[in-house]
């Protein structure tokens, strides 16, 4: 074959970024919902709705400190000012008290906020209304009311005015904030139906990697990829199984990629490129992970794997990614693959699985591709009017992470477009809101 | 007194919200910074920066797999093409070899992605320009380039071309994104210094409080408030302590305070309006805690209590809230309150430590008070042109959390508007972000 054609067919194995995507988010489906303690649901969505086990309030409550009164002996609190009248307090209600003591006319009881109120009362006359001198009074005293113009269930809580028992308090879909958690404990939901956090199990190969604690000696490399997918795993909400490093041998690398496949996705970084001892295809091949695609029309990431294994015993799937051994290469690769899948797995709407996309004015020049989209970390400024400045970050390339780790966003140019000029209208991929940018 | 100058007198007592909210900000400090494993770093901002121990690269290495040459063999890159020409591989290298073997004139090295290049050389000919048949050669044989063009450089990362040893790679305040912990990693950081999570010691009050998990008797109710402060508390990045349930009885009340007081901020709910049996503001002073205030004018929230604990040792300082019992009151004052508190103690940015409040248009009537601003739960809708239209939820209280628990913001409505109505423009207090919406 003539060089290029060669060349040709090489290209020919890759495809489009989009076109990637695609094959990611159709093979990747929300995990199985399951049943977790209240406070590991907090932040996540209801699969299943909560439903009341008990009224709210759960009886009629006094919402003041004062004196549970019966309005029968009130007078209208549409009419005008009344003189004082008296009133035997008969027993004391504190929080917690529940008195099965019926008041009769012409008596009250000194009540707590968050006391039932008793039989025969319908109202709450806060302590601020007693006549000074006869506001401390307690059981056996008379109190003397300033201006007793009080309505029925004035003060009072009434039962299952907020819900009933067997009322659905929070619909599935509903997503655990700090109050829908509170509400959840008040309707006796300890457990709550959540799609659990995806586990993600994180192994980077390459016989030349170090532990990030080792001070490497010539020709090895720190493993950065593990701490930086971890970071990303978990700020999405996944739970990352952090496996270490791998030598390029296909037994030890094997052993690494069988303990990974139990995870719900494996992110591999480093061996998917086109050389010798590229054994991770062919490892992937022997533990029978289907292979989706290899190599996408993308800068950085080109060598990015992905693929799907399905467990022989009916026990799911786990997504397969390998990520290029360069961290700037895995980090592309990770906003554009990897997070859309983990967030499909996490059940996230389809709308919200991509980071978010803007147009911004280039505040700067930058370096495009001719024959792939290139993604480069870019900080942004807000100019007139809401609109974005993206400045392109100093960048040497898929090993470098400099720029990267101070970035605000991706400047994505597509192929064809070899270099952007300032105040050219560009596109940027978000890595941070708005308020993280502060 | 006559009626109205005791009601006058304990308005006085009261302060503004805007008031209180500065008292709250004047006495939170960030904490004193910690060095932590790089991993718990995550997602927080350096208070030191971080300085490399190596190179990055740390080597002249390999980018692509195929032949490391000598560029002085090979054709100048910018000249016209050239006839393929032949060169003896004396040495294979995959990643993670470092060879000390020199290459000579006419000779190159069988190189993989990863590995340093050797002494002599100083580029990189992708496999992909090998001549058929000889792209698999390894040491010993001889490999034909179909085109020789190649610069001194290409394909190799240049020794310490994006960081020097020695090199500040993340100044102080960096946010510890995944690419920056990735940079850390590679830098040689596996600790970092950033201002601790706040320990938030979380205790309900009340002799008619029971556990979620228990079915509340008549008189009961159960203990929603803890579960929800502590997934705000967790949300905004503190560690939650539960310290479960007190009874309205001074010593268990002042053993849990005590306990309380050992953290970083004490959240204790219920107990702090007027009547005989609040404990809570007594056993504050009796364990030292200094009154910052007590009683603010908002609706829900009013009896909300402020203080301060300065541990005696030197030992630092707990911020002490006194949270109504009725748990929508408890969260309108987490959020107005005990937020900006805990995010001033993990060094947030001033902007930063209320929640955004933005401009709305009423789409229902919503009922505000005379003598206090009012908070209540509403829906957000875009409307025209970006703006926001606000929609009142069902509302019977505060101990009602139905509507806050699927609520996207506040309603805010100041002091003296007794109505609203569908139309006019009022504030929104932002409880999530627009993404979460979708």
């Known amino acids: 074959m003539p060089p290029e054609g060669r060349a040709a067919a090489r290209k020919k194995a890759m495809i489009d970024l989009a076109a990637a995507l695609a094959h990611v988010v159709a093979d990747s489906r929300p995990l199985l919902p399951r049943r977790v303690r209240l406070e590991e649901g907090r932040g996540r969505r209801l699969v299943e709705p909560i439903v009341a086990d008990v009224d709210s309030p759960p009886w009629n409550r006094a919402m003041m400190d004062g004196f549970a009164v019966r309005s029968a002996d009130m007078v209208d609190g549409a009419g005008e000012s009344a003189a004082p009248m008296s009133l035997d307090v008969v027993v004391d209600l504190a929080a917690g008290d529940a008195s099965s003591l019926e008041i009769r006319p012409g008596s009250c009881a000194r009540i707590m906020t968050g006391a039932p109120i008793p039989v025969g009362t319908d109202a709450v006359v806060p302590i601020e209304c007693a006549v000074e001198g006869t506001a401390g009074v307690h059981a056996g005293g008379v109190v003397r009311l300033h201006d007793p113009r009080f309505r029925a269930g004035q003060h009072v809580g009434l039962q299952g005015c907020a819900f009933r028992a067997g009322a659905e308090v929070l619909p599935a879909g509903t997503l655990l904030t700090p109050a829908a958690v509170g509400l959840a404990a008040e309707a006796g939901a300890t457990h709550v139906v959540v799609v659990p956090r995806p586990r993600v199990a994180i192994l980077s190969t390459g016989s030349e990697i170090v532990a990030p604690e080792a001070l ?223």
């Not at 001719?370 to 970390?377: I, K, L, M, Q």
């Open 216 to 438: 490497p000696r010539f020709g090895q490399t720190r493993n950065s990829n593990g701490p930086m997918l971890a970071a990303a795993v978990a700020a999405l909400g996944g739970e990352p199984v952090a496996l270490g490093t791998a030598v390029d041998r296909p037994e030890p690398l094997r052993a690494a990629v069988s303990q990974g496949l139990a995870a719900d996705i494996l992110l591999l970084s480093g061996g998917v490129s086109a050389g010798d001892l590229d054994l991770v295809p062919d490892t992937f091949r022997r533990c029978g992970v289907e292979k989706i695609f290899h190599k996408v029309r993308l800068k950085p990431g080109k060598p990015v794997w992905f693929g799907c294994f399905t467990r022989p015993d009916g026990g799911g799937r786990c997504l397969v990614f390998g990520l290029p051994g360069n961290p700037a290469s895995s980090l592309v690769c990770f906003d554009l693959f990897v997070r859309p899948a983990l967030a499909s797995l996490l059940g996230w709407p389809q709308g919200r699985l991509s980071l978010p996309r803007r147009r911004a004015r280039l505040g700067g020049g930058a370096k495009g591709a001719e024959d792939r989209p290139v993604y480069a970390p870019c900080r942004l400024e807000s100019g007139d009017g809401g609109s974005l400045v993206a400045h392109p970050l100093p960048w040497t390339g898929s090993s470098d992470l400099v720029g990267l780790a101070v970035a605000d966003a991706y400047l994505a140019l597509p192929a064809g477009v070899r270099r952007a000029e300032a105040g050219d209208d560009v596109e940027v991929v978000m890595l941070r809101d708005d308020s993280e940018r502060v």
